[in-house]
């Protein structure tokens, strides 16, 4: 396996450089608000580049971006031909020049000192990227319900850790992501098949390669919430009918509750039907449905005792639609995949670096260069 990550030994006048990719699709309202924080960073201007990737924006992303590019030359505006989000990453990477690798969303809003803790931890821990949890923010009622919603496991089981405060450990994937480069020159960019869940399918790329995942409190991001229900519908629908590739290339990725969203879902549409067949699968339906309903109201209550008010009372509606939307598109994603369950997924895109070199044999880190 991949020995970890090579270690800079002090950390000083020796840093390396550090590129950030952000990819944009249609932010006008919070493209400045992450590229303020983002020039606002403690580390060094000298060593920092950014590059943002834009698909196709048919609002004003492209001409603010193009306006901070115009007064800071370490702004790069690029453009995302294909327009999906993992493309988009791939086309600010191979662009980069920095040693190491910073994932940001558009929505995201860096802590001054984000970058300096990031590669601090890369360092003092041998990680090969690290990460914070989800802190979301809104002005809005809904967003802040869905902030809930994402924090409770009822909401997202498992995956629910990462909106929450926890300890640093070592995990499976992590929000945003800092590599070093070598990462990339090794394993390989993102999966452009895949239109979400592009940074499970890399991480766990990553850890076959006997890679190294950090999740530390001290990385400090946050992360707007979109109030529209429909785009919340949307973008769990596709990630749920991205999952089923994710599954299909590391079936080892596959969990139970994976399939709880789906089957409710199946349930749901089955039920009416088979309950007219016979009495016992129309009771069967009932009793899921009430249950289904009674545990939304349970842990809407629980937040109301923690003294969250009126947010929680958005919590009944917001539930549905993530597992809803998250279920149908793993149905869909189920049928419309159905024959890559037998046949060979094609590889993600090729390292960057094309050295002849055993991969298993390379070990992932950055090197540290003497600057003047």
């Not at 984000?114 to 890369?122: C, F, I, Q």
């Not at 090794?186 to 890399?202: K, M, P, R, S, V």
């Not at 309950?275 to 249950?291: E, K, N, R």
């Not at 947010?311 to 159905?338: E, K, N, Q």
């Amino acid at each position: 396996m991949l020995p970890p990550a090579a270690v800079i030994e002090s950390v000083g006048s020796e840093l390396p450089t550090v590129s950030i990719v952000i990819p944009v699709r249609n932010e006008e309202d919070c493209i400045a608000r992450c590229l303020n924080a983002v020039l606002a960073q403690t580390y060094p201007p000298a060593l920092l580049e950014i590059i943002v990737i834009d698909a196709h924006s048919h609002d004003r992303s492209r001409a603010i971006v193009a306006d901070y590019a115009g007064r800071d030359a370490r702004i790069t505006l690029l453009s995302n031909p294909i327009g999906t989000i993992p493309a988009g990453l791939n086309v600010g990477i191979r662009a980069a020049r920095g040693e190491v690798i910073a994932r940001v969303d558009a929505r995201t809003i860096l802590a001054s000192d984000y970058l300096s803790t990031a590669v601090e931890l890369l360092v003092s821990m041998r990680a090969h990227n690290v990460g914070g949890p989800v802190r979301s923010i809104t002005p809005t009622l809904g967003g802040r319900a869905l902030a809930l919603a994402w924090g409770s496991r009822f909401g997202l089981g498992g995956a629910s850790e990462r909106y929450r405060e926890s300890t640093e450990c070592w995990t499976d994937t992590v929000y945003l992501g800092v590599y070093p480069r070598k990462v990339f020159e090794t394993i390989g960019l993102y999966d452009e098949n895949i239109l979400q869940d592009e940074d499970a399918e890399l991480n766990y790329r990553l850890r076959s390669h006997g890679g190294r995942i950090l999740v530390s409190p001290r990385l400090r991001s946050y992360y707007f919430n979109s109030p529209s229900l429909r785009r919340l519908a949307w973008k769990n629908l596709v990630f749920g009918y991205s999952k089923v590739q994710v599954c299909q290339k590391y079936p080892r990725m596959m969990n139970w509750r994976h399939f709880v969203p789906p089957i409710f879902v199946a349930g749901l549409l089955l039920g009416p039907i088979l309950g007219s067949v016979h009495w016992l699968f129309g009771a069967v339906w009932i009793v899921g449905v009430g249950s289904y309903l009674l545990v939304c109201l349970g842990v809407m209550g629980r937040y109301l005792l923690q003294g969250e008010g009126r947010t929680t009372m958005l919590l009944p509606l917001i539930f549905p639609i993530l597992h809803l939307s998250w279920g149908a598109g793993f149905l869909a994603g189920t049928v419309r995949f159905f024959s890559r369950w037998f046949r060979y997924e094609p590889a993600p895109p090729p390292p960057l670096s094309q050295a002849s070199a055993p991969l298993i044999q390379e070990a992932i880190g950055f090197a540290v260069r003497k600057r003047p």
